[in-house]
């Protein structure tokens, strides 16, 4: 399986932009790459996920490189309760997906 | 969102003792998961259904079984609990057809005394 990774932390300001990196250099063409969060005490929640181009929904942007060794997730407007740690994951959508959870980055905001 | 639902949240049991929990869902999704959490460790899938009564091993299936016998139900029953079983579990599903891949439960806390 293909190996993500990922800062250990992060630390932003509220209602700041956050940006959160993901390597993934030995991603394959069917990889699709997805992002979820654990906010405390919760299980984790998907975020959002894309193949190869940019994607925006209502809780963030993934950008994605072109090679899509790389991507990052953007929050844009930083509040209190988005902090979580935050997993990329490689998955192929065919079958049962057996997700890879890494350690995640770790992200405080601060008031 | 009550698409899936596990039981019990939290249970204290003692060494030596079977314990079963619960994952049950709503959404008729075919693919169903067992995970543990632990500090250190992150998520490790244990167990994994692909259809009803067809399940597999995942990563630390020892001293774990399962059953699916419904759609909606994925048991996990720890046969003998050890103190290294003292971990969160957390259920998910998915379905190919949803790309947002999984949705997990809000877990169940285990201490084995």
């Known amino acids: 399986d293909a190996k993500t990774t990922q800062p250990n932390s992060m630390e932003s300001n509220e209602e700041e932009p956050v940006h959160l990196p993901c390597n993934h250099s030995?991603?394959?063409?069917?990889?699709?790459i997805h992002w979820y969060r654990q906010l405390p005490s919760q299980g984790p929640e998907y975020v959002i996920h894309?193949?190869?181009s940019n994607v925006n929904n209502r809780m963030a942007s993934l950008a994605i490189a072109e090679d899509r060794k790389s991507s990052t997730l953007i929050l844009h407007r930083a509040t209190l309760r988005d902090a979580a740690v935050y997993y990329c994951i490689l998955s192929r959508i065919q079958g049962a997906q057996k997700l890879v959870f890494g350690q995640g980055t770790r992200l405080t905001i601060n008031p | 969102d009550a698409g899936i639902t596990q039981s019990p949240r939290h249970k204290v049991t003692e060494t030596g003792t079977p314990v079963t929990l619960r994952c049950h869902q709503t959404e008729n999704h075919r693919y169903m998961y067992w995970y543990r959490q632990d500090p250190g460790h992150g998520l490790r899938l244990i167990h994994y259904s692909y259809g009803v009564k067809d399940t597999d091993k995942g990563e630390v299936s020892d001293g774990y079984s399962v059953s699916r016998s419904k759609t909606e139900d994925f048991l996990l029953t720890l046969e003998s609990a050890t103190s290294s079983q003292t971990s969160v579990y957390f259920c998910?599903?998915?379905?190919?057809?949803?790309?947002?891949?999984?949705?997990f439960g809000s877990g169940t806390r285990l201490t084995v005394v």
């Open positions: 030995t991603i394959s063409g069917t990889d699709y």
């Open positions: 998910a599903i998915s379905e190919w057809t949803d790309l947002r891949g999984y949705t």
């Open positions: 894309g193949l190869t």
